[in-house]
């Protein structure tokens, strides 16, 4: 059938700004119209209907058959109802007859389709069949004192077509829209706005965003946005002066224009208060519906205006993620794709807006009147991230500390995180500390102050271990002063890794000591510590710490056996044939013995070893067994030469 134009309410749309109209349907006995009530059941017998939008607004025209006397309860659940019986409109009927069996024509005879003449003959008949029935109704309407009028089952007596607009515009008032917002601009109240007040509203929207403190919102001349901002945040008082500071804030319950209090009450009850992520399409979508109302095109610009309003307990995400500051490129896509985005509340109203200042004043600083949950999250989440890797996996530290940075890497929200994670993680229940025992939650406080206080020093702590751990080791005395420390070792050990043939190992870590060529002493006290653990100190686990303390100690004693030869080296320019020699017995006792031979003695030694008859088919063991005997026989002879321990 062609379409039949909806039915505006006139005065009901430009009352609100908003356009509302009645899609006009049509039913019978054997057509039943489905009703929002039962979702879309047919008649029984009969196969479903579609389900209907629940929120559209129908017109349905019944038409009645020659014996068929319908009743009031027969049309409860739907909303309104013009009942036209066909003995009253006999042109009506025939013409409702003949698009009825033009219908019908295509089922009955399928030879219908195979020929193309006859068939685009049938669809110029249908059309004008479709067109002439369409009138007809149409030309009901125009005099609704001929039908029968029912708005939810209850029958209304309909005089003329202004006392019809009268009952539309006020069933709408009363029934579906009560509390629809007065917002009149013909650029962004419909569902899907023209590019050019797609436009406007992105600009409005970055006024908002960049120029909250500003006269009409640093917007001069008279642009498309100036229009949207008039009407939308001017005209509402939602861009107001309060305590002396212009900006944007809630609506105020004695002083609403436009009605949007009741949006912001809406919205506030449909977010809740349990810091639980809500979908944007969601929330649009009880916004558009009943009993709101309100058009999709200006949804955005209320949106942003609520998350302004309300900065201090609303966090947005945006796939997932918690958006640390609303751009304009987040704010264009969530215009164009809601789905995208999430709110989350929490009420931080009445002592909990105190117990919040209190909290947050002792841990974060002194904030703002108008601090955003990203404003008071943010330092705590960028302390954390900033923490090296050793601090955030450290076992070493308090068991509150550890669970404070467990709260940090797993709460996934703000609120969660201030509210519930850090005061379970100090021992104290969510419910206890939202209730605002002033001696608990003074308590909490200073808990977390010193495991931030804590976890801020951790790394600084093994930093200054490791200081400590250079100094026993290597000069055995401690130094608290880093830069003196570096110039004893440096002065103690320089020049030392040519006395060994191992470049990689301890020479390496030799040159790494006396290395000047580092920014500041703790980069080179944390270089040092990278090339024993292997890794830099910044990601060292346990693990990597005792094996650098290990490998420390096992490069100490390197490092005074080469004193060693250096000290006692004929020629300390000439040491390439400097040797020492330690042999460790069962009964603990240590002899050590450095030699220096000449060319001549290192050729008597060549021929001497060369005489041992069989050598190379002793095993490893026996070959060390003899040389460890020859060392001990030297210090029988030689007792007093080098130390013996």
């Known amino acids: 059938m062609a379409p039949i134009p909806p039915m505006v309410a006139r005065r009901v749309s430009i009352e609100t700004g908003s356009l509302r109209s009645f899609a006009v349907r049509f039913a019978s006995k054997t057509h039943p119209q489905p009703t929002a009530r039962d979702g879309g059941s047919a008649a029984a017998g009969r196969e479903p209907a579609p389900p209907q939008n629940i929120d559209e607004l129908v017109l349905v025209i ?45 089922k009955r005879y399928a030879a219908l389709h195979q020929d193309p003449i006859a068939y685009r003959e049938y669809l110029v008949w249908l059309s004008h069949a479709e067109t002439e029935t369409a009138t007809q109704f149409m030309n009901l309407l125009a005099e609704p004192n001929g039908l029968d009028w029912f708005f939810n089952g209850e029958k209304y007596v309909v005089t003329s077509r202004r006392d019809l607009q ?21 650029l962004i ?66 002083c609403d224009p436009c009605k949007l209090h009741p949006v912001w009450e809406g919205i506030t009850d449909y977010l809740g208060d349990s810091g639980k992520q809500i979908q ?74 105190e117990l919040f200042d209190q909290y947050l004043n002792s841990v974060i600083g002194n904030i703002p009147a108008d601090a955003t949950l990203l404003d008071i999250a943010k330092p705590l989440v960028n302390f954390a991230s900033r923490l090296p890797d050793y601090t955030k996996q450290c076992k070493n ?20 995180l201030l509210f519930e994670a850090l005061p379970q993680a100090l021992g104290l229940s969510p419910t206890d500390f939202l209730n605002g025992e002033p001696v608990l939650v003074e ?21 200054y271990d490791w200081q400590t751990s250079l100094g026993q080791t290597l000069l055995q005395e401690s130094m608290a002063d880093l830069a003196s420390l570096r ?52 990601k060292w686990k346990d693990a990597n710490r005792i094996e650098a303390e290990f490998r420390l100690k096992e490069r100490a004693q390197q490092l005074f056996e080469l004193e060693k030869l250096r ?79």
């Open 62 to 106: 019944y038409l009645t058959e020659d014996d068929e006397k319908p009743h009031a309860s027969q049309f409860k659940g739907q909303e309104i109802v013009a009942v036209c019986g066909f003995d009253q409109h006999e042109q009506l009927r025939e013409t409702v007859l003949n698009k009825m069996a033009l219908d019908e024509l295509p």
């Open 166 to 186: 009268g009952r539309l515009s006020t069933w709408l008032e009363a029934h579906c829209y009560p509390l629809a917002p007065l917002l009149r601009n013909e």
């Open 189 to 254: 109240m419909w569902e899907q706005p023209s590019s050019s007040a797609s436009t406007g509203r992105n600009r409005l929207i970055h006024a908002m965003l960049t120029a909250p403190d500003q006269d009409n919102l640093g917007i001069s001349k008279t642009p498309a946005e100036m229009s949207l901002y008039l009407s939308l945040l001017k005209a509402s008082r939602l861009h107001r002066h309060k305590d002396g500071i212009l900006g944007l804030y809630p609506p105020d319950e004695h």
């Open 280 to 353: 944007l399409t969601a929330l649009y979508r009880f916004l558009h519906n009943r009993p709101y109302g309100i058009k999709q095109g200006v949804l955005p610009v209320l949106l942003i205006a609520y998350l302004l309003s309300y900065r201090r307990e609303v966090a947005l995400y945006q796939e997932g993620v918690y958006c640390a500051q609303l751009t304009m490129e987040q704010a264009e896509l969530l215009c164009k794709r809601p789905e995208f985005f999430a709110l989350e509340r929490f009420d931080l109203g009445g002592l909990r807006g």
């Open 397 to 416: 530290l308090s068991l509150e500390a550890i669970r404070v940075m467990a709260a940090f890497t797993q709460a996934q929200s703000p609120g969660v």
């Open 443 to 463: 308590q909490c406080i200073q808990k977390l102050v010193g495991v931030l206080r804590e976890l801020r020093g951790a790394y600084d702590a093994l930093l």
């Open 487 to 538: 110039t004893h070792l440096t002065n103690r050990y320089q020049g030392l890794d040519i006395y060994t043939p191992d470049k990689m190992g301890i020479g390496a870590f030799i040159r790494r000591l006396c290395d000047p060529g580092y920014p500041s002493d703790q980069a080179w006290l944390e270089s040092t510590a990278a090339l024993l653990g292997k890794v830099p100190p910044q």
């Open 567 to 645: 000290l006692e080296s004929p020629d300390k320019n000439h040491n390439g044939k400097a040797m020492l020699v330690r042999l460790v017995d069962r009964e603990n006792q240590t002899i050590t013995k450095t030699v220096y031979p000449t060319e001549a003695q290192q050729q008597f030694a060549t021929r001497q070893a060369d005489q041992i008859a069989d050598w190379e088919t002793f095993d490893e063991s026996a070959q060390l067994a003899i040389i460890a005997e020859l060392i001990k026989r030297c210090q029988t002879i030689h007792p007093n030469r080098d130390n013996q321990s």
